[in-house]
C-alpha cells in the first residue's frame, strides 16, 4: 500500500492550494481518507477526513471554511484544497487511509492504517 501525497509548496498569506494523495495497492472505496499535519516543535493534528465520495467530512476547527476535502474514487486519489492560508497553516500535510468500518472519532490518528510521507506546505506573512 502506498499513499503518495504531492502539492505542496511556499505560499504566502491569503494563498491557496490544493493538494494530492494518490493510493495504490488499497481498494481505495473501502477507506476513508484524512489528512493530518505536523509543524516544527509540534504534535501531528488532524485537519480533515472524507468517508465515500458521497459521504460526510469532517474538519477540524481551525480549518473550517477556509480547507475542503474531496475524493475521486476513479482515480484513487484524496484532495485538500487549502484557500485563505495562513501562516499557521505551515507544516508538513499527511495523508492516511482508515477502514469505512471503523467507528469513533475521525480525528484519532490510531485508526488511520496507511500514511503517505508527507509533503511540506510553508506560508509566508
Known amino acids: 500500500v502506498q499513499l503518495q501525497a504531492s502539492g505542496g509548496g511556499p505560499m504566502q498569506t491569503g494563498g491557496y492550494l490544493r493538494l494530492s494523495c494518490a493510493a495504490s495497492?488499497?481498494?481505495?472505496?473501502?477507506?476513508?481518507m484524512g489528512w493530518f499535519r505536523q509543524a516544527p516543535g509540534k504534535e501531528r493534528e488532524f485537519v480533515a477526513a472524507?468517508?465515500?465520495?458521497?459521504?460526510?467530512?469532517y474538519y477540524a476547527d481551525s480549518v473550517k471554511g477556509r480547507f475542503t476535502i474531496s475524493r475521486d474514487n476513479a482515480k484513487n486519489t484524496v484532495y485538500l484544497q487549502m484557500n485563505s492560508l495562513k501562516p499557521e497553516d505551515a507544516a508538513v500535510y499527511y495523508c492516511?487511509?482508515?477502514?469505512?468500518?471503523?467507528?469513533?472519532?475521525?480525528?484519532?490518528?490510531?485508526?488511520?492504517?496507511?500514511w503517505g510521507q508527507g509533503t511540506l506546505v510553508t506560508v509566508s506573512s
Open positions: 492516511a487511509a482508515r477502514p469505512l468500518w471503523y467507528g469513533g472519532t475521525w480525528s484519532l490518528a490510531g485508526p488511520y492504517e496507511y
Open positions: 495497492g488499497v481498494t481505495f472505496g473501502d477507506y476513508a
Open positions: 472524507i468517508s465515500t465520495s458521497v459521504g460526510s467530512s
